[in-house]
Every structure is written in structure tokens, then in C-alpha cells.
């Protein structure tokens, strides 16, 4: 019993004894025995035990800072631990953490228990992907992945990742920070590898309304619920049993059907406070969402690592195709932008390293980079191919744009194709009609079209022309101040009214068929006049342009006018209020047009390009470059897919909207091409020229189908009617034929 109390005191005293025997190897007075075999001996000082207690006092505060920061310590791992080496791994294997999932906000019990799962299913999600293709074991790309390290999150965001990264300077370690507040879902990512002086923190996923992809997959349930609602009604059943049968998949098949109903009355989904009932398979669905998410990215990362260290290939370009494709269509749109999400941060990071690098003396690492930056962006060309197919056109040009952001000016000795917005040279993607927009076809095919009239009587030429959205008004006017409303099946004169001093240039009409915007032009200045369409009253007279203003749309909000000269600007006719000017032309603009959903602006310059604005922010997109001469006239296809472009060149050119790649060229024209314009069925293409023609061309195919003579001077302007059975067409001959199928 002694000796075991004597071993017992002596394990307990162990920790002061090493801590003493620490504080006497610190002293000067201390000497260590030489190689010879001396013993350890004190020097005579007096101030020993003075320093001694000094020592003490020291080693006390040192102790009481390491037991505050392992207070605070987040992980269930020891610092010796997360260091700890492999020997039979050749390099230090990339360690990847997830931190816990951040919930805030007023949930029901039930979906924060869902929410609460999601962590874990992450957590194993993430641990079997990383198991299959980045496997500690293996000695090219090891990931060692340290699920559920995470104890507690007593210090948030970057105050943690400073704490680690000050731990762990030379240990290369990515975190994975998800949260959700409220409706919103964020994940944050923080970054170091080996050589970095500073970790990045920035979030990969920011703000991503994850509720609307959980509604989407409770209507999902709902419609497969209704196929067996219908047979078990056609089977007898009573309707109270089906519905019970049915649980909650019959609450929100009623919800659903209602929602449809009054947004066909014109009441958005978004007024109105819908309770779709939420379950596991909805919730399912946003966890594959972000673990697909979260496996692409964290794989890049690991192939970015291997690959500027050890000049490993990526491993990724063979995995993304095959796992967003495992995907199901209803959620691949969400899918698809969360990842593009992240490529945009690989990108940046890769940008930065690329810097570094060439600004460093180690010439070895820019070639490994540039493959990766090669083989990331090809990728990415094949990855944009599948998302144009579900994203809308608008967020792929955006994605462009962004990726563009991420590339500094010169990253690398040559800059990656796909980053640049004339892509003529690479393959270029074939039409393909949207189906919707394909059926039924148009009745304006050559040579089905005659002339059905012809309007006379224009002062000089008629400058522009519109019809209204009931198929029944022509709205014309010619280089004199009024503007003429005539019945479009017959060409009979319904009201004229005249506008003020000043010839008209040009004219727009809002879709709902309320607003006219006019341009005139005096000898000292251009200005434009918005009227309403009925009343024939002014509504707002707009004026800024210092220059001849040469072109005019309304937005299809019906609030929002964009004006074209040396300068675009974008107005609020409700106000008069200017809200942006959009300067990026070196010379005068010819034509605007919009995308049908109103968020693209398309112009057309004097300078040979033509450019893609995001018209809510006023931001470019992107430049599209390939005529030869001034580029005159622009009109986006029914669908958005495509943009025409006809220049003094010739020619009529087709350019792929979301890749802004080159489609076709159209040639057949002997002189400028002046106008453009699609059916409503996006299947047939015109065109109007100096030549004074109109050419008709089938879009998919490129080949000419008719060629429409008449006028006796230049062909300045074309409008086909909502319903695809009327063409008018505007000249410098004085006149306004209209075409009519046959």
C-alpha cells in the first residue's frame, strides 16, 4: 500500500518536477555536463533564486495563455495530432475539415430537426467520395478528410480560421463552413497550402435560396402523387380515402393546383404566403445539391494542391460530367450554379498562384499550373455546354463574365480560350430550336408571302415602324414630326398625332401596347418623348444625350427605356429618372435590342462590335467581335438563345448568347445590312439592306429561303407581327409595304 502511495504521489508531482527542471534549463546559471561524461552543476549566483521566481511567474502566464487557447480550441484533436505524419505517404496529404453546420433563425421543431441531419449526411457524403477518389492511401492525390475533428465553434467565421491557420502555418488544410439563416444557405471556405504567408476566406456559396429548391421537390412529389391519386379515383375510391392515402402529397397537389390557377389570373406565387408541407425526401434533395457541390469543390482543390506541388494531373476533369449528370433534372439548375459558384473561387486561386509564381525565381512551377489552368478551363467549356441547357441564358453570361473577373490581365504566358469573348475559331454549336419555340411554324416562309399593301406618303424616309401586341395597329412614322396609328389588315389611317418640333428617328412600343417612346431630332439637339398610347397624351420627355440618339427599346417590365448614341442610358420612364449610362463604345451606337426576359441588353456600334450588358446592374458582359464594318442593326432570337447581327460588311451574323461563340455567318446581301428581325417561332431569320431587299433565312439550316424585291431604295427597317402572319418593312423610298402569307 506504500509503494503504491509513493507511486501514486510520484505520477502526480511528475507534472512540477518536468516544469521545474524546464525553469532551471532556462537559467544562466545552469550548465549542461560536457561529451566527456561531466555531471550537471550549479554556478554560484546570487541572483539565482530571484531569477528562479521570475522564471516561475513567466511559465505560469505561458501555461494560463496555452489553457485559455485550449479552452477555445474547436477541434477534438491535439495540435501534435493534426500534425502527425505518414511515413509512407511521400508528401503531406491535403487534410480537409467540415465545420459544424451554423443554424439561425425561427424554424418548426421538424425542420430543424431536418436540418440538423443534414450536417451528418453531409459528413459521411463527403467521407465516402473522398474515400473512393482521394483515399489517404493513395500516393498521388491523398485527402485526409478529419470528419466530426469539429468539438464545438466557440469562436466564428474568420476569428477561427486565424486561430488555425496561426496553429498550422505549413500544414496545408482546407475548411468548409456551412450555415444556413433562415432561407438562405451560405458556405464559407478558408485555404493554406505550404509557402502561403496568408490563408483565403471567402464564400463559395453565398446567399443560395435553398427553400425554393425544397418547395420544388415537394411539387415534385406532388405531381407523381397525382398519376396515382388519378388511378385510384378511376379505380372507385372515394376521394376522402385517396387524399388521406395521399397525406401530405395530396395537401400540396391542392396547394399546387391553386398556385397554377391564380398565376394564370396574373397573381405571382411570390405574393402570396403558400405552407407547401416539407418532408425527408425534400430535404434529400437539397443535401445531394450541396454534398455534389461540395465533393466538386473540394476535389479541385485537392487537384489544385497536387498539381502546383507535385505537378500531378487533375483528377476532377473525369468526375464532374458523371455526377452532375446523377443528378435529377429538377434540381440540376441549382446544381449547376452552386458549382459554377465555385469554380469562379478555384479560378481566382489559381490566378493568384500564377502571380506569384512568375514573379518568383522557381521556373518548374508555372507549367504545372498552366496545365491545370488548360485542363480546368477546358472543363469548364464542356461543363457551360450542359449548364446553357438548363441556366438561363442571363447566368451563364454571367458566370463568363465572373470567370473573366477571376483571371488577372496576364495570368499566364497565353490566355485560355475560353475566357475570350470571339471564340470563332473553335467549334461552333450547332441551332438547335427550343421546342416550344419550334411549334407550330411560322406561316411567313418564302414563298408563301405576298405583298398585301403598300403605305405611301412618308416624309423622307420611314424611319421605324412597330406593331401592337393584339396584331391590330401599325405604328409608323417618317423623318417629320408625327406619328401615324393605322388598322394593320387594312392599312386604314386610325388617328394621327403630331409631336412637337423635331424629326422623328425612331420609335419603340412596350409590349403591353400603353407606352410609345419617340426620338426627335432638332437642329441643336436630340431628345426623346414617351406617350401614352391611348390618350395620345405626353407622359415624360426625357433629355441628356449631348449626341444624335439613334436607337430606342422598352424594357418588357414596360418601365424601363434604354436609349442609344455615343453613350447608352437606361431610364425609369414611371420617374424620367436617368439610372445608369453605360459607356464601353469607342463609337457611335446603332441599335439596342433585349432578351425576351428584359435582363440582357444587346447593343451594336459603329466600332465594329457588338456588346452584352446585364441591364438590372448596368454591368458588361461581354464583347462580341468579328464584322468587318459598322454594325447597324441587332434582334435576339424568340427564345434568348441567339443574337443576329447585321453590319456594312454584308453579312448577318448569329451569335451563341450564353458562350457568346459564333454560330454563323449569312451572306447574300450586295450592300449594308440595315435591319434584322426573327419570327415568332424563332425558325425563320430577315433582314432588310441598302440592297433594297429583304432576305429570308432558316435558321437552323443557314440557308436562304427567299429574297422579297420591291422596294426602290434602302430597306431601313422590319417588324413582324406577334401572331408570325405580317411583315412590315420600312425604306427610304417613302414608303411602308406590308407582307402577308399566303
Excluded at 424620367?576 to 432578351?595: D, I, N, R
Aim: glycine share 6%; with cysteine.
Amino acid at each position: 500500500m506504500q509503494l503504491e502511495l509513493f507511486l501514486k504521489l510520484l505520477l502526480q508531482g511528475l507534472p512540477a518536477i518536468a516544469e521545474f527542471l524546464t525553469v532551471l534549463q532556462l537559467l544562466p546559471g545552469y550548465q549542461q555536463a560536457s561529451e566527456e561524461g561531466k555531471t550537471k552543476q550549479w554556478v554560484d549566483n546570487r541572483e539565482t533564486p530571484l531569477q528562479v521566481a521570475k522564471y516561475q511567474r513567466e511559465t505560469e502566464l505561458l501555461r494560463l495563455e496555452r489553457q485559455k487557447e485550449l479552452e477555445h480550441w474547436s477541434l477534438g484533436l491535439l495540435p501534435a495530432q493534426l500534425t502527425a505524419v505518414n511515413s509512407w505517404l511521400e508528401t503531406t496529404p491535403l487534410k480537409v475539415l467540415l465545420a459544424p453546420l451554423q443554424i439561425n433563425g425561427e424554424f418548426d421543431v421538424s425542420v430543424r430537426q431536418h436540418l440538423s441531419i443534414l450536417e451528418r449526411q453531409l459528413g459521411q457524403g463527403l467521407a465516402e467520395f473522398l474515400q473512393q477518389h482521394y483515399s489517404l492511401q493513395d500516393r498521388d492525390r491523398p485527402v485526409e478528410f478529419l470528419s466530426g475533428a469539429w468539438v464545438h465553434h466557440s469562436l466564428r467565421y474568420e476569428a477561427q480560421i486565424k486561430a488555425l491557420f496561426e496553429q498550422f502555418p505549413s500544414q496545408p488544410i482546407l475548411i468548409l463552413e456551412p450555415e444556413i439563416i433562415g432561407e438562405e444557405l451560405s458556405l464559407h471556405m478558408a485555404y493554406w497550402g505550404f509557402g502561403q504567408k496568408q490563408y483565403t476566406y471567402h464564400s463559395v456559396i453565398a446567399h443560395f435560396n435553398y427553400q425554393q429548391l425544397l418547395i420544388a421537390a415537394a411539387k415534385r412529389r406532388a405531381l407523381d402523387w397525382k398519376d396515382t391519386a388519378d388511378k385510384l379515383l378511376a379505380a372507385g375510391e372515394l376521394p376522402e380515402l385517396v387524399n388521406q392515402l395521399g397525406g401530405d402529397n395530396a395537401i400540396n397537389l391542392e396547394l399546387l393546383q391553386k398556385e397554377t390557377k391564380w398565376q394564370s389570373l396574373g397573381i405571382h406565387a411570390s405574393t402570396l404566403s403558400l405552407q407547401y408541407h416539407l418532408n425527408a425526401k425534400d430535404f434529400a434533395a437539397l443535401v445531394q445539391v450541396l454534398l455534389l457541390s461540395c465533393c466538386i469543390f473540394v476535389a479541385g482543390m485537392a487537384d489544385y494542391y497536387y498539381l502546383s506541388r507535385s505537378g500531378i494531373s487533375p483528377f476532377l476533369p473525369d468526375l464532374v460530367a458523371p455526377l452532375l449528370r446523377s443528378v435529377e433534372q429538377p434540381f440540376q439548375r441549382s446544381l449547376y450554379d452552386l458549382v459554377l459558384c465555385g469554380y469562379r473561387h478555384l479560378l481566382r486561386n489559381l490566378s493568384m498562384a500564377s502571380v506569384r509564381n512568375q514573379a518568383s525565381d522557381r521556373a518548374s512551377m508555372p507549367t504545372p499550373l498552366t496545365a491545370w489552368f488548360t485542363a480546368c478551363l477546358a472543363q469548364l467549356e464542356a461543363l457551360l455546354a450542359e449548364a446553357s441547357q438548363v441556366l438561363s441564358a442571363e447566368r451563364v453570361i454571367e458566370v463568363f463574365a465572373t470567370f473573366r473577373e477571376a483571371v488577372p490581365s496576364k495570368p499566364m504566358q497565353q490566355r485560355p480560350a475560353i475566357l475570350l469573348p470571339s471564340m470563332a475559331a473553335q467549334a461552333a454549336p450547332s441551332v438547335r430550336l427550343h421546342p416550344a419555340i419550334a411549334a407550330p411554324s411560322s406561316p411567313l416562309n418564302f414563298p408563301s408571302l405576298f405583298l398585301a399593301y403598300t403605305l405611301s406618303g412618308y416624309a423622307g424616309k420611314a424611319a421605324a415602324i412597330a406593331v401592337s401586341s393584339d396584331n391590330q395597329v401599325l405604328l409608323s412614322a417618317g423623318n417629320d414630326q408625327s406619328i401615324q396609328l393605322r388598322h394593320l389588315q387594312t392599312g386604314e389611317l386610325l388617328q394621327s398625332f403630331a409631336s412637337h418640333s423635331g424629326r422623328i428617328l425612331t420609335l419603340a412600343l412596350s409590349t403591353d401596347g400603353q407606352l410609345l417612346g419617340s426620338v426627335h431630332r432638332t437642329s441643336s439637339h436630340s431628345y426623346i418623348r414617351v406617350w401614352k398610347v391611348k390618350t395620345r397624351k405626353l407622359q415624360c420627355t426625357l433629355t441628356g444625350h449631348n449626341k444624335s440618339i439613334r436607337c430606342l427599346a422598352i424594357a418588357p417590365d414596360n418601365t424601363t427605356l434604354i436609349s442609344g448614341g455615343q453613350k447608352i442610358k437606361i431610364w425609369d420612364i414611371r420617374t424620367g429618372e436617368l439610372q445608369h449610362t453605360l459607356s464601353g463604345h469607342t463609337k457611335l451606337v446603332y441599335a439596342v435590342a433585349l432578351s425576351p426576359d428584359g435582363r440582357i441588353l444587346a447593343s451594336s456600334s459603329a466600332d465594329k462590335t457588338v456588346r452584352l450588358w446585364h441591364l438590372p446592374t448596368g454591368k458588361p458582359l461581354y464583347t462580341l467581335a468579328g464584322h468587318q464594318d459598322w454594325v447597324k442593326a441587332i434582334a435576339f432570337s424568340p427564345d434568348g438563345q441567339f443574337l443576329a447581327s447585321g453590319s456594312d460588311d454584308n453579312t448577318i451574323k448569329l451569335w451563341h448568347v450564353a458562350s457568346g461563340q459564333l454560330v454563323r455567318t449569312f451572306t447574300g446581301h450586295s450592300d449594308w445590312v440595315l435591319a434584322v428581325t426573327f419570327s415568332p417561332d424563332g425558325q425563320t431569320l430577315f433582314s432588310g439592306s441598302k440592297d433594297q431587299t429583304i432576305k429570308l433565312w432558316h435558321l437552323e439550316t443557314g440557308n436562304l429561303l427567299g429574297t422579297l424585291s420591291g422596294h426602290r431604295k434602302w430597306v431601313h427597317s422590319l417588324v413582324v407581327s406577334p401572331d408570325g402572319h405580317t411583315l412590315a418593312s420600312g425604306s427610304d423610298d417613302n414608303t411602308i409595304r406590308i407582307w402577308r402569307a399566303a
